[in-house]
């Protein structure tokens, strides 16, 4: 009988610890290059990450202001919110990064490759994107006041109701993008080319249009 009780006893305390077990854990470990772990919410001001392969990287909400990624292979990245105020993209692959309510003011974008980016209701302010490719862009409800776009393709990017005041356009390739309800106040579209852009609703009060190619030139408020 005493027998009987310590054998369940024992599988008593056996089944408790079975359960009892703490599951392992499941740390994720991220990529760190120059001190910035490459995470969504990182904080990484003024970081060097020029020429790395950032490809499909997961940077939602960090903060690079004043980084430099000139260079850097973007292609697939997810930057939504990203604060990226004063950073440098010169020359950098973006395309189809997903920069939705970005903050690139005053960043640099000069021959930067942003081909299908989606960047809905992006900051870009002052922002440098000359001779930067926009191709296929889906930009609709970003600001690009201010912006420098000298010679940029802009060609079949959808910029719906994106506020271009100010923003200089000098040369650049609007072919059969979208403009609909966009903003132009004051911008330069001197030697621009908007064949086949559709404008409708969108304003063009004090715009420079001087050697445009299909400007409206007789836009009326």
Same mark, same amino acid.
């Given at each position: 009988?005493?027998?009987?009780? %310590? ?17 392992? /854990? ?41 980084? #430099? ?15 990226? /105020? ?34 809905? !209701? ?5 922002? #440098?994107?000359?001779? !930067?490719?926009?191709?296929?862009? +889906? ?6 006041? /201010? !912006?420098?776009?000298?010679?940029? +393709?802009?060609?079949?990017? +959808? ?19 979208? %403009?609909?309800?966009?903003?132009? +106040? ?36």
């Amino acid at each position: 009988m005493k027998a009987l009780v %310590l054998l369940s006893t024992f599988l008593f305390i056996s089944a408790t610890n079975t359960y009892a077990a703490p599951s392992p /854990k499941n740390d994720q470990s991220y990529p760190v290059i120059n001190g910035c772990e490459i995470k969504p919410e990182t904080v990484c001001p003024h970081v060097d990450l020029s020429n790395t392969n950032l490809r499909h990287a997961d940077l939602r909400n960090a903060v690079l202001t004043g980084a #430099n990624l000139a260079g850097a292979d973007l292609r697939h990245a997810v930057l939504t919110n990203v604060d990226a /105020k004063g950073a440098n993209f010169q020359g950098a692959n973006l395309a189809r990064v997903d920069l939705r309510h970005a903050d690139i003011r005053g960043a640099n974008l000069q021959q930067a490759n942003l081909m299908a980016i989606t960047g809905w !209701a992006m900051f870009a302010q002052g922002a #440098n994107f000359n001779d !930067a490719n926009l191709q296929g862009a +889906n930009i609709d409800f970003a600001r690009f006041s /201010k !912006a420098s776009l000298h010679r940029a +393709n802009l060609t079949a990017a +959808n910029l719906e109701m994106v506020w271009f005041s100010k923003a200089d356009l000098y040369q650049a390739n609007l072919t059969n993008a979208t %403009l609909q309800e966009a903003k132009l +106040n004051d911008a330069n579209l001197a030697e621009a080319n908007l064949t086949g852009t559709r404008i409708h609703y969108a304003t063009f009060q004090s715009t420079y249009m001087e050697g445009c190619t299909n400007c409206p030139f007789d836009w009326q408020k």
